[in-house]
């Protein structure tokens, strides 16, 4: 394998969340042949992170840490500082604070569990008045039932991810990074190799982009690209929008994020088109496909901007419970969102042990774009075999965690059932109107 230098050929199959902060970690650091692989123009409709708004919380390690607490912390440092420092991502974090809840027994100990562990002062809430005062009155005006929880006013909340997203893009391509896009010219159909390692990509349009080293970035979508040997769960979650009113979005500004882990979150409508964005919360949606030939079952991500019926009637049950009065208004979007989940949902950035010019950048688990900053540094540092030896152990390739994987495992979700869903069960969808919902 030629040795690593600035003038080294650097492939990204992917150029979503990860894909972007990593080719603009990589340009900032003077490499100057970089080029990146996405079946969409920037930012994709598939992208997990083409979304308006995700949740973001603050964080640092502390002298206590398990290795394991060392990773996240840590990772929450790097990319606190990058949201609040860094001229790209700056502009996109509004730190408007978080308020958190569960609703049901099955999830209170891990309120309780974040409580314990959050650098921030917290106010614990267990009225529904308690909860209706940490927004401006007239908003929370639900009943409330049955929840828990706290309001954490410093150290979280949430950014503006498809600002952010384009925000990396433009700026890498500033600093000479090059984009190829499209279903034919920028979708990757396989990964390319010699003998014994990677050498680049192939697209559909039959290209050949080889380069000395090759990052796989692809999101959910890595899993049709490279045998994962079960370390990657391609799941999705449903998210749907409200538009809000003129004098709402007056009134609904500036609003820390709600979260409950048994029913949903939403944050503030968004500035451009002023709708409201919420998310049901349940163990995910997987969409089990056997192979023909080995019999095996496997996810396969698919593209909708429809959500399940099932996911309509629990998103508009967690609006009547918290701001009834738009619970029942139509949506004016819907889609479902890929994440691939790991066996412990830690992230699995490492080179591949066979495919030594192959970094694998892959499993964000429902955390990965709070982190966006923090992850480029950390995939460039892992290419330059630089990575801090606790979060290259907590990224590490570990196929023995996924042997006799369980497919159906909620890992450490609640809410819908409380069980991991099935697509290919799923009959009824909504009927949102694709000129309104594109
Ligand atoms: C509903 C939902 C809500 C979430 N909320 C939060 C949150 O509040 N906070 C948080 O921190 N995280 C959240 N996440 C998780 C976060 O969005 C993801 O972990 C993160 O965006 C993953 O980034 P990625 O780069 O791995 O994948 P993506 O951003 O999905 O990027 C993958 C890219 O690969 C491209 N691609 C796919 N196949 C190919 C191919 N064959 N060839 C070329 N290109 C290809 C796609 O077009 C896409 O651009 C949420 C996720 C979901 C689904």
Redesign the pocket.
Known sequence: MKQLTHDSTILL???????CSTALELARRGYKNITV????PIP?P????N?VN??MEEGFPSSTDSDEDYVWNRMHQLATNKWKRDSVYRPFYHPTGFVMAASQDDARHEVDSYIKSCQHKVRLLSTPEEFRSTMPEGILIGDFPGWKGFFQETGAGWVFARGALEAAYHEATRLGVQFVTGESK???ARLLYDSENVIGAQTVDGTKHRADQTIL?????SD??FDFERQLRPT??T?AHIQMTDEERKLWKDLPVLFNVNSGFFMEPDAQKGELKF?DEHPGYCNFIKDPETGEEMSIPFAKHQIPIQSEQKAREFLRQTVPQIADRPFSFARI???ADTPDRVFLIDHHPKYKSLVLA?G????????MPAVGVAIADELEGILELKLKKGFRWRPETAVGRNWRDTQNRWGGGGDVRDFQKVDEWTHIRESVAA
């Open positions: 199959v992917g150029g979503g969340t990860w894909g692989l996405d079946s969409s994709s598939i992208s997990a992170g979304d995700k949740i920028g979708k990757v970035c692809a999101g959910a979508n049709q690209l999705a979650w998210l998310v969102c890929w994440d892959v964000g688990s429902g955390d990965g774009f709070m982190m």
